[in-house]
């Protein structure tokens, strides 16, 4: 029913435009709906004619669901349409890449970073993104892509990217420097990582990856927290208005 509202809001905004097509609703989630490839989405009400897009990456583990469901309440207020593509394997590509250790005899051996260009991931997340937008006229120009953990590492690499044209990256504890190649200086790019994070390290994100997205020129805001593995509330409203602005219901 919100979906569908959603769309009949939409098509009142603007009758010249023919009505959006038909999506699929997930059965144990009947707020959202499903694309192809595992992709799964949701327009609140509040959604405009070409409202913004919010793209979340997951951590290990196919939860895109679960990434979009702890965003409704941002996105209800915010009128933000969600987007969570899946990894077609475990994780991300390249974070999977970036686990794997090197043969003794690989010229990248004693390397410590890892490097991104493009691929069938990011490939999957564009293609949802397009996807999308045969149902709904997003604003490609104020599209933020995000993530969480190893959603995060990927958003960061992904993100920074020249290639894909993200507004800006939102990066909630991520795990590993990846060097992006062609990287995007002066892109917005907001960091957050808990001091006491068991899963993945603090000092990992503020040695390494910090200093090597501001190396590749991003426009970095990094905020410690004292806490765990985690996105808390507050964190989430302090990025969401630094790239969307501050919700006006």
């Given amino acids: 029913m919100l979906l569908a509202a959603a769309f009949l809001a939409l098509s009142q905004a603007s009758a010249a435009q023919p009505p959006p097509a038909p999506a699929q609703h997930l059965v144990n989630h009947p707020k959202l709906f499903a694309l192809s490839d595992g992709a799964v989405g949701y327009i ?5 004619l070409h409202p913004p897009l919010l793209v979340l990456l997951h951590g290990a583990g196919h939860e895109q669901a ?5 965003f409704e309440a941002e996105a209800d207020k915010r009128g933000l349409v969600l987007l969570a593509p899946d990894s077609r394997g475990v994780t991300w590509d390249k974070v999977l890449d970036a686990e794997a250790p090197p043969s003794v005899d690989s010229p990248i051996a004693n390397q410590q970073s890892h490097s ?9 997340v564009e293609q949802a993104i397009a996807n999308l937008a045969k149902i709904l006229p997003v604003d490609r120009a104020h599209t933020v892509l995000a993530g969480f953990s190893d ?5 960061l690499a992904m993100g920074m990217s020249r290639d894909h044209p993200f507004a800006a990256v939102i990066a909630w504890s991520p795990g590993i420097a990846i060097r992006t190649d062609n990287p995007a200086r002066g892109r917005k790019v907001y960091i957050s990582h808990g001091r006491t994070d068991p899963i993945l390290k603090f000092d ?32 989430k409203d302090e990025f969401l208005d630094a790239v969307f602005g501050k919700p006006t219901r």
Avoid: N, Q
Wanted: charged share 20%; no cysteine.
């Fill in 116 to 124: 991104f260009s493009r691929s069938p991931d990011a490939d999957r």
């Fill in 151 to 155: 959603g995060a590492t990927f958003a």
């Fill in 66 to 70: 679960t990434m979009v469901e702890h």
């Fill in 44 to 48: 609140p009400v509040s959604a405009g």
């Fill in 204 to 235: 990992v994100t503020k040695s390494d990856i910090v200093p090597l997205v501001k190396s590749e020129g991003g426009d970095v805001t990094f905020v410690p927290f004292d806490g765990g593995h985690d996105a808390p509330v507050w964190l």
